[in-house]
């Protein structure tokens, strides 16, 4: 297992998030059962929690409606091979935009999910992304045109991205990435009132490219968010409630931040105009942006940092954690073919 899957395992300040933010959000969408679609690894801690929690069903040792993928060939290889107790419904091995252009039919045939959790483990769109898109972003973007194409009403979408982003190191944002947001920002506050107001309120009138070097952690959720809403708008989704966590990891430099971003998106349903002037005023491409920008002033933003809750958080998690991990998913690695 690679390091990243070990710290699944064990990891109290994953597991808050799994709990207080994803599952919060499952709830909302009040069904008995989900399907999920997820970036598979290897401990699965986040489809055995929801299990526990009753949001996934697990019949015959398959863990129905659960679909995974790893851009890992080699974590992959273990897993085709596996009937293993606590297997997917469907297991992928690719990027997830990569395998539906090329038209995989199975996984298409998946869609609609109630929940996608694309817990990505670097930027967004970061300094190495040299093209014009991010595989993460055109990821995403695809994911949200395939839940429109099965008429999806809605669903739960969890993006995270690394947000720490030291320049002197090459590691981070791409600039033109930032500047982008910047952008998306600013035409926000030139097309909606409430929006300035507030935005103004919290950052002191100052322009959204000061508050890049004064609160980067501000800047990148609101930009984040605006940026996902957008590409949601253009695929009819509204977002009917998002929140921020932040996973911080400050014990050993250098130190990583993580935003966790969770949003309830649904599908807008045609207007229905009874008069001549009502025709193209529609007003739900302004008004959710300024969600963000109350979960700011209200404090709703949630931080957890390995410095401060790590101790706290193990007392509460470890026992949990373990009969978790030790639970059914074992999987089954082929012997070498002689
Ligand atoms: C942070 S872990 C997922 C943890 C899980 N959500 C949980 O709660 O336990 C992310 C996994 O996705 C894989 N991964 C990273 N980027 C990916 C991508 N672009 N496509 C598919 N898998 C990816 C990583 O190898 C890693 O095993």
């Known amino acids: 297992m690679s390091s990243i899957d070990d710290l699944m395992t064990v990891c109290p300040l994953k597991q808050f998030i799994r709990e207080n933010l994803w599952e919060s959000y499952i709830e909302k969408l009040k069904k008995k059962s989900i399907k999920y679609l997820t970036l598979y690894c290897p401990p699965v801690m986040d489809v055995k929690h929801f299990y526990k929690r009753g949001y996934i069903e697990l019949i015959d040792g398959v863990y129905r409606g659960v679909v995974g993928i790893t851009n890992d060939p080699k974590v992959g290889e273990s897993y085709t091979f596996s009937t293993s107790h606590g297997r997917f419904e469907l297991f ?3 990027l997830l935009h990569e395998l539906l252009e090329s038209g995989d039919r199975d996984l298409k045939g998946k869609f609609a999910f ?4 694309l817990d990505y483990c670097n930027h967004l769109f970061g300094e190495d992304d040299t093209e014009y898109l991010s595989s993460n972003l055109k990821d995403i973007e695809i ?13 739960v979408l969890f993006i995270t991205t690394r ?7 090459k590691m981070g944002f791409a600039p033109g990435f930032l500047r982008d947001l910047s952008t998306r ?3 926000n506050i030139n097309s909606d009132g409430r929006f300035k107001t507030k935005y103004m309120e919290i950052f002191n009138n100052r322009p959204p490219i000061s508050i890049v070097k004064l609160n980067f952690r501000t800047f990148i959720s609101l930009g984040l968010v605006k940026l996902i809403l957008m590409l949601l708008w253009d695929h009819d989704f509204v977002i009917n409630n998002y929140n921020a966590y ?4 400050n014990e050993k430099p250098p130190e ?3 935003l966790h971003i969770a949003i309830f998106a649904t599908n807008i349903k045609p207007r229905k105009v009874e008069k001549l002037k009502q025709y193209g005023t529609s007003k739900y491409k302004k008004e959710d942006a300024t969600i963000i920008l109350d979960k700011i002033i209200d404090k709703e933003i949630v931080y957890v940092t390995e410095k401060a809750d790590k101790i706290k958080l193990q007392q509460k998690y470890s026992e949990y954690l373990e009969s978790l991990n030790s639970e059914t998913f074992d999987l089954t690695i082929p012997k070498p073919i002689k």
């Open 256 to 258: 990583r931040d993580l």
């Open 163 to 169: 947000t720490d982003n030291n320049t002197k190191r």
């Open 92 to 94: 992928r091995v690719g």
């Open 246 to 249: 932040w996973l911080i990891r």
């Open 143 to 155: 994911v949200i045109t395939e839940q429109e194409n099965k008429a999806c009403e809605k669903f």
């Open 114 to 117: 109630d929940a996608i959790n």
């Open 185 to 187: 920002i600013v035409s």
